[in-house]
């Protein structure tokens, strides 16, 4: 059977994070071969390039301290709302390149958003989500320590935050674009004191690395894809690099010893490649200028690559 066309999508974006280097995360991935890993794998790659993002020191500030770039981050994720709905009508299983991971809000509204195939009958559908990050990315700005967007885009997804976020990709503020049954969080383990609270209201579930340890990851990984899947057209995998150990993924914005190895991760993508439910992706978080030799972004590479099937040997090899 012919594999699917690849979008690669790139958003140069650090305005939601605390420090510089994630905009250059797109070129850091592209330099480590994603394109050429992908079509290895048999899948036809298109690169659509990078969406425009503004660098903080050509802004006149980053207003609100509770929402810091609220204006042209959103900016931005209204661009790749769009991009990716319209590479969704066009049947093409969006990669979307961070950037800092408030991109996830425009991802996730460009896949569950109302597009139209070939501009003739609309195409809709409902995503579980897989989110892999040391952090619950579920503050608002009542409850953010620090004001930096990256740590908002989980709420927004489930209709808390500010209006603006809400709206992203043509929805009505405070809509939904997940169900909070089908939203599941793996390698969490640094979530802010009045964050837990927005958390356990939005009634997502939430695998500490804790848990991780004390039931077993392989049962982890079944029960969380199952989760994902229940009642849904597929899953979005929206993967933060620093929901690895910063031994294995040293180049990220914000580090948290104790997260997933290098073997759990690639356990969960070759779960989620098998589970044949993944519809779009993203990778953020990757920042070179704290990276040692762009290991990180080359480990990005390989857990894309077994989220979309690479395998040491083929299933029916295995036996």
């Known amino acids: 059977m012919e594999k699917r066309t690849i979008s690669l999508i790139g958003v140069p974006l650090d305005l939601g994070a605390g420090c510089r280097g994630v905009d250059m995360g797109p070129s850091a991935i592209r330099r480590a071969g994603i394109a050429t890993r992908l079509e290895r794998l048999g899948y036809h790659v298109e690169d659509a390039g990078n969406l425009e993002a503004p660098l903080a020191e050509t802004l006149s500030g980053p207003g609100e301290p509770n929402a810091r770039y609220l204006k042209d981050v959103v900016r931005v ?15 093409r299983l969006p990669v979307v390149l961070g950037g800092d991971h408030s991109i996830a809000l425009g991802t ?21 989500l897989l989110w892999v990050d040391a952090h619950t990315d579920a503050n608002t700005p009542e409850t ?7 740590g908002m885009p989980l709420a927004a997804l489930l209709g808390r935050g500010p209006e603006a976020l809400t709206r992203v990709g043509g929805f009505a503020a405070g809509d939904r674009r997940i169900e909070p049954g089908n939203a599941v969080l793996i390698g969490v383990r640094s979530v802010d004191p009045a964050e837990a609270g927005v958390v356990a209201d939005l009634g997502i579930r939430v695998y500490t690395m804790e848990e991780v340890d004390r039931r077993g990851f392989a049962t982890v990984v079944d029960e969380a894809i199952a989760r994902t899947l229940d009642g849904t057209d597929g899953m979005h995998l929206s993967m933060d690099m620093d929901g690895l150990d910063p031994e294995v993924a040293p180049g990220v914005g914000t580090p948290v010893r104790g997260g997933l ?50 395998r040491t040997l083929p299933l029916a090899a295995r036996s």
């Open 77 to 91: 994720l209204e661009q790749l709302a769009s991009e990716v709905r319209r590479h969704r009508a066009e049947g």
């Open 108 to 128: 996730v509204s460009g896949m569950t958003g109302c597009a139209h195939r070939g501009g003739g009958y609309p195409l809709e559908q409902r995503l579980g």
């Open 144 to 150: 953010t320590p620090s004001g930096n967007l990256h």
């Open 261 to 310: 190895s290098y073997r759990e991760a690639h356990t969960l993508m070759e779960a989620v490649a098998e589970s044949g439910g993944l519809r779009s992706l993203e990778v953020a978080e990757v920042n070179p200028i704290r990276d040692i030799r762009n290991q990180t972004a080359e480990l990005a590479v390989e857990l894309v690559g077994s989220a979309l099937g690479k």
